[in-house]
């Protein structure tokens, strides 16, 4: 029996007599392996009447055929007789006919015959109908490959159509092979971890990739359709990341290191430290791109393991650094910490220096020729590893040179505080000295300088002048100590040199025609200057003076100018050496284009506190707290300096 039998039709002039068409539809066999099917297509008719039966012996004026899809399979031309109720065969057509790739198939089969004779048919035809052969069984269909974490291992599943047939299963990257199993007689196949290791080399630079899986069928060692593939996102875990193993923390400063302070030990605003991150590795072919520390709120990156150095720290304590590294996938390790620990320092400090005349015991005596010391400073430990060196000198007081060293040593290593005093001479009666100490740790020296003024008396004479509470050593009166006055004194004459004015309290015009000069004036004098352009303020030639202190060493001052002209200038005058020109700086004008002083004009604190008042003096009216924090009332003169 066929699988399929299709009746057909037949038209005039015997359309009512009982004649039969049929084609007959037959599957014979499938081969899974070549995905086809054999056929056979019979087409065939008879008559059921003794009446009507017609025929014709021409082999040529009759016809009959069978199509698939439209187009002849099979014609011929033949004689026919359908008479006494004989079946006629009218053409059959047997083929192999290769299926989609995916096993089904349906064709569109009609079949058709024409008799011309002593009694005719024609337009006997089969229509055409869809017959959808049996589905051969062909490649698995891949059902599940979902997005996957490398290192967790990934499931492919591809359910066979015949339990004869094997799948094998592969996973790709960028035409990469990754892995690829063997012949399998099963439906899904699990990659394990390890089988996707070779996925991160891949992917050195990247968290993620696209995967792709394929699954080819086989039959006996044959493939079976064309290889299914599928693609899933393949994740880097969030536990792959670089790592390091320490970070160490060095001095650079072969000063302090010489010091040996002591395992990640370092010295305040003295040591610049290094960080170093060692045994930093990428992880599953990463690399790293960056290494981080961070210490003490500040930020130091590198592409090499040396990290950076500091500059000076002024804080103190433990501080910890905390390093880390990034790699090549921008992930970050795990932190690493080494904490510094900062000892204080502070520079070298003397607390007191200072002589008087004694004997050669050191007991106290006026015209005596020795001195007797009070010297005493302080250093930072730095773990006792800190040392205190000091020197004592002296000179004339006249001479630029320190003529004479009187001790110049080193105390114990640890010893953090200087407190001596010894006796050192001779120093002559008759003339005044400078004295130094200096004090030194490992890294700095600081000094201190004292005037051990000439022997004192009463009074003395000399063939050009007096002392008074000294002994005499210049000018016409030469005074040690406070001197009062009663009753006026009168000036006769001005006088031109700065040096001849030691002690004097009224204001003459001085001419000043040096830098050294200026540093001749006495500490606190005040009078009315005429000047030389040496050293001087920029402006006119005449001016009220005020020095409003000085050193004994270098004889360094500080003072104040105001301009005599109508310009009301004023400047603030310093230098750190009596012989060097000061520098000046303007505090004060009346040129409103200059500085837009407030000259006696009145304005608000508020505007002086928030900085909108220029550089000048002027009247501040209201009340309120300057930065200061003490209450200026009205009217009250106020210099500011920004």
């Known amino acids: 029996m066929p699988d399929i039998r299709l009746t ?23 081969s899974i392996q070549n995905n086809t099917s054999n056929i056979t297509l019979r087409q065939w008719a008879y008559s059921s009447s003794d009446t009507y039966q017609a025929y014709s012996s021409s082999t040529t004026g009759n016809s009959c055929w069978i199509k698939i899809n439209g187009s002849n399979v099979f014609y011929d031309t033949r004689s ?13 057509y047997t083929a192999d006919i290769s299926h989609n790739s995916d096993g089904t198939l349906t064709i569109a089969v009609s079949s058709g015959f024409d008799i011309n004779g002593p009694s005719s048919l024609y337009d006997g035809a089969v229509s055409s109908y869809n017959w959808s052969l049996t589905t051969i069984p062909r490649a698995s269909l891949i059902t599940s490959f979902p997005e996957f974490t490398i290192g967790s291992g990934v499931t492919v599943t591809a359910p066979r159509y015949s339990t004869s047939f094997t799948n094998t299963f592969q996973i790709n990257i960028g035409g990469t092979v990754i892995e690829t199993t063997g012949d399998l007689a099963q439906d899904s196949y699990t990659f394990s971890a390890a089988q996707l290791d070779e996925i991160y080399a891949t992917i050195p630079s990247a968290v993620s990739t696209t995967a792709t899986a394929y699954v080819t069928t086989k039959l006996n060692g044959s493939q079976i359709g064309s290889t299914q593939s599928a693609s899933a996102t393949a994740n880097v875990g969030s536990d792959i990341s670089p790592t390091l193993s320490s970070v160490t923390a060095v001095e650079t400063v072969t000063a302090v290191s010489n010091l040996a302070l002591g395992t990640n030990n370092f010295a305040q605003t003295l040591s610049r430290i290094q960080f170093t991150i060692n045994g930093a590795a990428g992880v599953k072919s990463s690399s790293i791109s960056s290494y981080k520390v961070v210490f003490n709120s500040v930020t130091y990156t590198n592409t090499s393991s040396v990290v950076g150095t500091t500059g000076a720290i002024t804080s103190t304590g433990a501080i910890v650094a905390t390093a880390t590294v990034t790699d090549s996938r921008g992930r970050i390790s795990t932190s690493k910490t080494v904490t510094c620990t900062l000892l204080t320092y502070n520079a070298p400090e003397i607390s007191a220096f200072s002589a008087f005349r004694s004997d050669s015991g050191g007991n106290a005596s006026p015209l005596g020729t020795y001195a007797k010391y009070t010297a005493a400073a302080t250093i930072s430990s730095l773990n006792s590893k800190n040392q205190i060196t000091y020197s004592i000198k002296s000179k004339l007081r006249t001479s630029g040179t320190w003529t004479t060293t009187h001790v110049s040593t080193s105390l114990a290593v640890g010893t953090t505080s200087l407190s001596v005093t010894p006796v050192y001479g001779t120093y002559t009666a008759t003339t005044s000295y400078d004295l130094l100490l200096t004090v030194s740790d490992k890294f700095n020296s600081v000094t201190a300088g004292y005037v051990l003024s000439s022997g004192e008396v009463a009074m003395s004479w000399s063939k050009t ?24 004194i009168l000036e006769s004459s001005f006088v031109s040199g700065a040096s001849t004015l030691i002690g004097r309290t009224l204001s003459p015009l001085v001419t000043l025609a040096s830098a050294s000069a200026w540093g001749d004036l006495p500490n606190g004098y005040c009078g009315f200057i005429s000047h030389s352009s040496v050293g001087a303020p920029p402006v006119s030639n005449y001016g009220y ?3 409003i202190a000085s050193r004994d060493m270098a004889r360094g001052w500080g003072g104040i100018w105001i301009d005599y002209s109508g310009t009301g200038n004023a400047f603030f005058g310093r230098t750190t050496d009596g012989n060097v020109a000061a520098s000046w700086t303007r505090i004060y004008t009346s040129d409103a284009a200059v500085s837009h002083a407030h000259d006696n004009t009145s304005i608000s604190l508020s505007d002086y506190v928030s900085g909108t008042t220029p550089k000048v003096a002027g009247i501040i009216s209201g009340t309120g707290a300057p930065p200061t924090a003490s209450t200026v009332p009205t009217g009250t003169v106020y210099l500011k300096y920004v």
């Open 8 to 30: 057909g039709t037949l038209s005039s002039p015997y359309v009512n007599h009982t004649y039969h068409l049929y084609l007959d539809l037959t599957i014979n066999s499938q």
């Open 545 to 547: 003076f005020i020095k």
């Open 80 to 92: 026919m007789d359908f008479r006494n109720q004989q079946v006629v065969e009218l053409g059959t």
């Open 465 to 488: 002048g007096i002392g008074v509470g000294k002994v005499w050593e210049q000018g016409a009166l030469d005074i040690g100590g406070d001197a009062y006055y009663k009753g006026t």
